[in-house]
């Protein structure tokens, strides 16, 4: 028979918030490496909404330009802590769309030619780190950090859309440089060591520039506590990234602030990167994808599975969670509570504004459209629930014992529980129901329940005694999270 915990009736709007203050740069906690921490100490839990104008503009030319102070508010709003600055290296097109694309700023001075304009490599257009400096600024004034991507990998024709070659629009396109350079790049559409592509070592007088440029966005954020840095979106070869993991480190070294590197998953490329390749890596941070990738590896079926039972955190490494390696435009309020509790940082790619231009459907259909619907939209019904679940999920770990708690999926039948055991538990219940193994925490425990399709936390009336095992169900139907504080 389960066992009907007590419960008052009192309702709040989620888990009481608790301020987070920024205490210098994060670096990893030394006693839980599954999170950072700063000069505070304290565990600090990565989540968060990120998408694809918050720093370039991205948008057909009828389009709106991005309204950053809205998405700050909504940000705020939902209790989030954490972004991925998104960074597009072209100017124009999009392989996902045939329509007309643009992305601006861009780190280059240009030049006119001819009539025509260029690309001066060896000029900056300080507006671009102009902006950057102030988009991070007004993110860490409302206790937001922020992950500066340095690269993107869809800056390549990864769709192979006919008329949307991204590289036609690229400065180190030697057709659109004065300086002659990327004359030896291979344009594969996804890079390929051997091939010399874009963001591979071989890639001839272009990897100097890049360096160039990783030099110069350190410079400019460098005294920002709020900062990380991702090399890549979506593409680069194992040792290309490598390489640049390793130049942000050593041009950080002797500067006043040392900042977390990320290294996230190169789903096409060659050699085939895999997600040991993440874990051996000299990256702070890592965001892992399902393994092996079924459109890859056709009928096999995932052996990590990040998506619907993400595999527990060792502590390792900081694992910053991402459906956007996960299944694209996706998200559940249920994924980033397993994620929470498995020791990972879930953050979600939000289509808080749409991604520019209508999808070409024929190359990615399951990605973009579901029974007819687009799931592109701020207003898909899967959207919201999961924005408030990060949200309660960051206020949750502000209120617990986070740098002494691990995944302990041993002591829950659900699998699902995060734990200090004997002090505090926390355990999400996809059904609502499960049972708990208290048998080695002999003391009283406050009850605390949280509905998260409502947003609702319920607080016990009773106390619940442990020492055995527990047949536990929630006091209303569906998931449920389970809070246990030894009292």
Not at 162 to 175: I, Q, R
Not at 237 to 242: G, H, L, N, P, V
Not at 309 to 331: F, M, R, S, Y
Not at 401 to 408: C, E, F, G, S, Y
Request: proline fraction near 7%.
């Amino acid at each position: 028979m389960k066992r009907i915990i007590p419960v008052i009736l009192l309702f709040f709007a989620s888990f009481p918030i608790a301020a987070q203050q920024m205490d210098g740069p994060l670096r990893v906690h030394p006693e839980n490496g599954r999170y950072f921490t700063n000069n505070s100490g304290k565990a600090i839990l990565l989540t968060g909404s990120h998408t694809w104008a918050n720093f370039q503009e991205s948008r057909t030319p009828d389009e709106a330009l991005f309204d950053y102070d809205a998405y700050l508010k909504m940000l705020k709003e939902h209790n989030h802590n954490f972004i991925r600055q998104w960074t597009w290296e072209h100017s124009k097109n999009a392989s996902w769309t045939s329509d007309e694309v643009l992305f601006s700023p861009l780190p280059y001075k240009t030049v006119v030619r001819n009539g025509k304009e260029f690309y001066d490599l060896s000029q900056w257009n300080e507006a671009y780190f102009n902006r950057l400096l102030t988009r991070i600024k007004e993110a860490g004034d409302l206790g937001i950090y922020v992950s500066v991507m340095l690269f993107q990998g869809w800056s390549q024709n990864r769709l192979d859309t006919p008329g949307s070659d991204p590289w036609v629009f690229h400065p180190l396109n030697p057709a659109n440089n004065i300086n002659g350079i990327g004359k030896s790049v291979k344009n594969n559409g996804f890079d390929e060591e051997k091939m010399g592509t874009l963001h591979s070592v071989n890639n001839g007088d272009v990897l100097k520039h890049q360096e160039a440029y990783v030099k110069k966005v350190i410079e400019t954020v460098n005294d920002l506590d709020n900062v990380l840095y991702e090399i890549i979106n979506e593409g680069g070869t194992k040792e290309w990234q490598y390489h640049m993991i390793n130049l942000v480190k050593a041009i950080e070294k002797n500067m006043p602030h040392q900042h977390p590197v990320g290294m996230t998953p190169s789903v096409v490329v060659s050699p085939p990167m895999f997600n040991d390749d993440l874990w051996e890596s000299p990256a702070d941070w890592i965001s892992p994808t399902p393994e092996p990738i079924s459109w890859m590896y056709k009928g096999t079926d995932f052996i990590q599975d990040y998506k619907n039972d993400p595999p527990a955190n060792t502590g390792e490494k900081v694992v910053i969670l991402d459906t956007d390696h996960l299944g694209g435009h996706w998200g559940t309020y249920m994924w980033a509570w397993k994620s929470f509790v498995r020791g990972h940082n879930p953050i979600f790619m939000d289509s808080w504004v749409p991604l520019a231009g209508h999808y070409n459907r024929q190359k990615s259909p399951e990605i973009y459209y579901i029974g007819g619907v687009t799931k592109n939209d701020a207003d898909h019904p899967d959207y919201e629930p999961l924005r408030k679940s990060m949200g309660d999920i960051h206020a949750l770990a502000n209120r617990i014992d986070l740098a002494n708690m691990t995944p302990q999926d041993q002591l829950c039948s659900t699998r699902f529980c995060l734990a200090k055991p004997g002090e505090e538990y926390v355990v999400y219940l996809p059904e609502g129901t499960g049972t708990l193994d208290l048998r080695n925490a002999n003391v009283e425990f406050d009850v605390e329940w949280f509905f998260p399709v409502l947003n609702r936390t319920i607080k016990g009336t009773e106390t619940l005694k442990g020492g055995t095992y527990i047949p536990i169900v929630a006091p209303f139907t569906g998931a449920s999270v389970l809070y246990l504080k030894k009292k």
